[in-house]
């Protein structure tokens, strides 16, 4: 949650974290009041379908497009953070291009104490998760921004 960087005042969709202020919906299902200029998942999107029993890996296309189209404004963004390495699925989709962000950045981890630096598209994408550092090496930043309606 963004509270834990001083930010309030937003919404929380969790279908699993049971805490105060947290929407226990699948963001499959999630429609807000009213669209949001700007949406940030940090390290989450990447569990949608993959942890799931049955395991859809696919849900995760419809997610995206649902957040564009249900949950950003015309005009808003969602920036997305994806560990490299952790779905199958969302790695293969990543090395094609088939996601549909406008933008990506790369980082990579230089420390078990989570020191990163900007990388290339390359080094990021060849990144194993839990080696050689626990969790994610590698990350990828994706920025979607819905088009306005012309």
């Known amino acids: ?5 001083g930010h309030g005042g937003h919404d ?11 929407n226990n919906v699948d963001i499959a299902d999630f429609a807000p009041a009213r669209p949001y ?3 940030v998942s940090i390290s989450t999107l990447e569990h949608v379908g993959w942890d799931e029993e049955p395991r859809t890996p696919e849900k995760l296309l ?8 249900v949950c950003l404004a015309p005009g808003g963004t969602l ?9 199958a699925f969302l790695d293969a989709a990543l090395r094609a291009g088939t996601l549909p962000f406008s ?4 980082m990579r981890r230089l420390s078990m104490w989570a020191h990163w630096e900007e990388c290339t598209a390359a080094e990021a994408l060849s990144a194993r998760y ?3 550092h626990p ?3 590698a990350i990828v930043v994706g920025q979607l921004t819905r088009r306005t309606p012309s």
Do not use: C
């Open 79 to 87: 920036l997305a953070t994806l560990p490299v390495g952790y779905n």
């Open 62 to 69: 419809f997610v995206l497009e649902r957040l564009e189209q």
């Open 135 to 137: 969790a994610a090496n």
């Open 37 to 39: 200029d700007l949406i």
């Open 12 to 22: 929380v969709v969790d279908k699993y974290e049971v805490a105060p202020g947290v």
């Open 103 to 106: 933008r990506y950045g790369y």
């Open 130 to 132: 839990d080696t050689p």
């Open 1 to 5: 949650m963004l509270g834990h960087y």
